[in-house]
């Protein structure tokens, strides 16, 4: 470990000064319940902001020191009356040094400069909302240090590291700069997933964590960087996974998914091989192999036994229900079901894991939804599926098309074809926006079923749209 007189150490291992005034403000709340009401209040005005508990503990922690300016406009509507600096915040052009550099004619950074990962989280977040705004997926995930396949970014800026170029003979130590490189394409990856599914995204992600990997193998002064690096390639590994996983690439995601454990148990991060092992399930029951789902599930619940989140116990409880379904064991299945709910109802707490972000109870009604149609229960699945779509945040683009997909089949599968269409003609309506390779796949599944009940009012629409958009290249 470096010494802190140690004149090699990055300027960016000096601990940040605590946020207390915008700690102040989150009161009785948990970090996952404010975040959850900073999406709510960007949606009231329109901006679009992946909030979540890791964001949240890094502003009060005093690592990020100004906000972007999406988030700034937020927080404003949130706290009408109060600056910036009321909330605790440095202003914009001491923290970015514009200003003082200017004054004093100093040069600007050289390209291998350890900033502070707050000037590099103001800059890089707007760049990535303007690009959401105007070139889609493909181009956020080709700015902010994921460069597009064919250019040659600099292998000595942070940037350049995380776009799997090789680092130059003289770079720094990989500090925290680097770490928190990882950290926010991950958060990238998992956006620009919720909003627009895995397609078109999966290739470009591969690079980032070639990089991640290569960071690991530079190797870190501070213990406290390399398991940052650990857990933020592991989860990389895991979000890649999860672009092939819905892209139908299911030996891919295996890879990656072994990728992710492995990292773990080096680390001996029981945290990332929950995680792992989580995903592992949720595969294995896509690919039909349900026993090796139920095993996976439980290695996962006894990797988090002595974590204190109980809604990752619950979602580890829902996959375990999943294989249990697939192998039509229905007793196995309900004490499965019965654990996730008892879990769930516990409520959230700061213990969970940022990645859970999306478990609500909209996916806990989905999920169980999938289980129930997986044993032949098809009103009772209808029945789920309705909730999940009702529960659903909007934000979540891809799981509103997964889930009325899931009804659009629960309803065929029962006899109701004219609301099947229905649902299912809102799911084409989604598919611009959406790349899901399971949606499309469930979606030809109700087309199958509906085929015979043509003549059913809404069906013939449905199943004509069906077959221009499945005729299109993916």
Same mark, same amino acid.
């Given at each position: 470990?470096?010494?802190?007189?140690?004149?090699?150490?990055?300027?960016?291992?000096?601990?940040?000064?605590?946020?207390? +005034?915008?700690?102040?403000?989150?009161? *009785?709340?948990?970090?996952?319940?404010? @975040? &959850? %009401? =900073?999406?709510? #209040?960007? /949606?009231?005005?329109?901006?679009?902001?992946?909030?979540?508990?890791?964001?949240?503990?890094?502003?009060?922690?005093?690592?990020?020191?100004?906000?972007?300016?999406?988030?700034?406009?937020?927080?404003?509507?949130?706290?009408?009356?109060?600056?910036?600096?009321?909330?605790?915040?440095?202003?914009?052009?001491?923290?970015?040094?514009?200003?003082?550099?200017?004054?004093?004619?100093?040069?600007?950074?050289?390209?291998?400069?350890?900033?502070?990962?707050?000037?590099?989280?103001?800059?890089?977040?707007?760049?990535?909302?303007?690009?959401?705004?105007?070139?889609?997926?493909?181009?956020?995930?080709?700015?902010?240090?994921?460069?597009?396949?064919?250019?040659?970014?600099?292998?000595?800026?942070?940037?350049?590291?995380?776009?799997? +170029?090789?680092?130059?003979?003289?770079? *720094?130590?990989?500090?925290?700069?680097? @770490? &928190? %490189? =990882?950290?926010? #394409?991950? /958060?990238?990856?998992?956006?620009?997933?919720?909003?627009?599914?895995?397609?078109?995204?999966?290739?470009?992600?591969?690079?980032?964590?070639?990089?991640?990997?290569?960071?690991?193998?530079?190797?870190?002064?501070?213990?406290?960087?390399?398991?940052?690096?650990?857990?933020?390639?592991?989860?990389?590994?895991?979000?890649?996974?999860?672009?092939?996983?819905?892209?139908?690439?299911?030996?891919?995601?295996?890879?990656?998914?072994?990728?992710?454990?492995?990292?773990?148990?080096?680390?001996?991060?029981?945290?990332?091989?929950?995680?792992?092992?989580?995903?592992?399930?949720?595969?294995?029951?896509?690919?039909?192999?349900?026993?090796?789902?139920?095993?996976?599930?439980?290695?996962?619940?006894?990797?988090?036994?002595?974590?204190?989140?109980?809604?990752?116990?619950?979602?580890?409880?829902?996959?375990?229900?999943?294989?249990? %379904?697939?192998?039509?064991?229905?007793?196995?299945?309900?004490?499965?079901?019965?654990?996730?709910?008892?879990?769930?109802?516990?409520?959230?707490?700061?213990?969970?894991?940022?990645?859970?972000?999306?478990?609500?109870?909209?996916?806990?009604?989905?999920?169980?939804?999938?289980?129930?149609?997986?044993?032949?229960?098809?009103?009772?699945?209808?029945?789920?599926?309705?909730?999940?779509?009702?529960?659903?945040?909007?934000?979540?683009?891809?799981?509103?098309?997964?889930?009325?997909?899931?009804?659009?089949?629960?309803?065929?599968?029962?006899?109701?074809?004219?609301?099947?269409?229905?649902?299912?003609?809102?799911?084409?309506?989604?598919?611009?926006?959406?790349?899901?390779?399971?949606?499309?796949?469930?979606?030809?599944?109700?087309?199958?079923?509906?085929?015979?009940?043509?003549?059913?009012?809404?069906?013939?629409?449905?199943?004509?749209?069906?077959?221009?958009?499945?005729?299109?290249?993916?």
């Amino acid at each position: 470990m470096t010494s802190p007189a140690d004149p090699s150490a990055s300027v960016t291992d000096v601990l940040p000064r605590p946020n207390t +005034a915008f700690r102040q403000l989150r009161g *009785r709340l948990s970090p996952g319940e404010f @975040a &959850a %009401a =900073v999406r709510r #209040a960007a /949606r009231e005005i329109g901006e679009q902001v992946s909030c979540d508990a890791r964001y949240v503990g890094r502003v009060e922690a005093g690592e990020i020191r100004c906000p972007n300016y999406a988030y700034e406009r937020v927080f404003r509507h949130m706290f009408p009356g109060l600056t910036p600096a009321d909330m605790g915040f440095a202003p914009r052009e001491r923290v970015r040094g514009r200003g003082a550099r200017a004054q004093a004619g100093t040069a600007p950074p050289a390209p291998d400069d350890h900033r502070d990962p707050s000037i590099q989280s103001c800059e890089e977040s707007d760049v990535l909302r303007r690009a959401f705004m105007t070139g889609g997926p493909a181009a956020a995930l080709g700015i902010a240090g994921l460069a597009p396949l064919g250019t040659a970014p600099d292998p000595r800026s942070t940037a350049g590291r995380l776009s799997g +170029a090789a680092p130059s003979k003289g770079a *720094r130590q990989v500090g925290r700069a680097e @770490a &928190a %490189a =990882v950290e926010d #394409a991950v /958060r990238r990856i998992r956006l620009l997933d919720d909003r627009h599914g895995a397609e078109g995204i999966y290739r470009r992600a591969a690079q980032p964590l070639r990089a991640a990997y290569a960071l690991l193998d530079a190797g870190a002064h501070r213990q406290s960087v390399t398991d940052r690096l650990h857990a933020g390639a592991g989860e990389l590994a895991i979000s890649v996974g999860w672009l092939a996983h819905d892209s139908g690439r299911f030996g891919d995601a295996r890879s990656h998914y072994a990728e992710a454990l492995a990292t773990a148990r080096v680390a001996g991060d029981p945290a990332l091989e929950a995680h792992a092992f989580c995903n592992t399930a949720f595969l294995a029951r896509d690919a039909g192999r349900p026993r090796e789902a139920v095993r996976a599930a439980q290695a996962a619940q006894h990797a988090a036994k002595h974590l204190s989140s109980r809604r990752l116990q619950s979602l580890l409880a829902l996959r375990e229900a999943g294989g249990w %379904a697939g192998l039509g064991d229905r007793a196995g299945c309900e004490e499965a079901l019965l654990r996730a709910h008892r879990l769930f109802a516990r409520g959230p707490s700061d213990a969970d894991p940022e990645w859970m972000s999306f478990y609500g109870e909209a996916e806990l009604a989905g999920l169980e939804a999938q289980c129930w149609s997986a044993l032949g229960e098809h009103g009772r699945a209808t029945e789920h599926a309705r909730r999940a779509v009702a529960l659903q945040e909007p934000h979540f683009t891809r799981n509103t098309a997964l889930y009325t997909a899931e009804l659009a089949g629960d309803l065929a599968d029962s006899g109701a074809p004219d609301e099947a269409a229905a649902a299912g003609l809102r799911v084409l309506g989604l598919l611009d926006e959406v790349g899901s390779a399971r949606i499309r796949s469930m979606l030809a599944g109700t087309a199958r079923t509906l085929r015979s009940r043509r003549r059913t009012p809404g069906v013939a629409d449905f199943l004509d749209r069906h077959a221009t958009v499945a005729a299109r290249p993916a």
